[in-house]
């Protein structure tokens, strides 16, 4: 009970910032706790149980998804070659948090689950490509799409 009033607020979050739905994202969380209680046994080092639940709650997240049809996108995803120079803009930006937040949730899946694991859940483009079934370029491409469309939504928020 102990791991679970611990761990339970930071999956949820986890989890919400995949799925967008509260109800869902509690189901998973849940679902999440019991595979990893199943599997116990599994975890070879006690001082990596955050990272493992995590690892877990985003994998069950994923599966959500994928059974609900929500990445469909995936069947669709193409590889185009991008060489657009990745420039950094927000060097001199003020932003909210919750201007960033809405920001990402106001992207298109294929976007937002990318960016939510690239940047926030600190996934490699690689490990992103093996969990979503796609080409590692190809996760390239839409993080840095998905990246500028962030960023021109959050040019329009800025704080002066």
Not at 62 to 82: A, C, H, N, P, T
Not at 88 to 104: R, W, Y
Request: proline share 0%.
């Amino acid at each position: 009970m102990q791991v679970y009033l611990m761990y339970k607020d930071m999956l949820y979050n986890v989890s919400l910032r995949i799925i967008k739905n509260k109800h869902d994202a509690q189901d998973t969380v849940h679902d999440a706790f019991i595979k990893a209680f199943q599997n116990i046994s599994k975890l070879e080092d006690d001082l990596n149980l955050g990272a493992w639940l995590k690892r877990i709650v985003i994998n069950c997240s994923l599966d959500f998804l994928r059974k609900k049809k929500k990445l469909g996108w995936l069947q669709y995803s193409v590889e185009i070659q991008d060489n657009e120079e990745e420039a950094d803009d927000f060097e001199d930006m003020t932003l909210k948090v919750e201007d960033v937040k809405k920001a990402i949730e106001g992207l298109k899946d294929k976007y937002r689950i990318i960016i939510v694991l690239y940047l926030i859940e600190d996934y490699t483009h690689k490990e992103i490509a093996e969990q979503l079934g796609l080409n590692e370029s190809t996760v390239r491409n839409q993080y840095r799409r998905g990246k500028h469309l962030l960023k021109q939504q959050l040019k329009n928020k800025l704080v002066v």
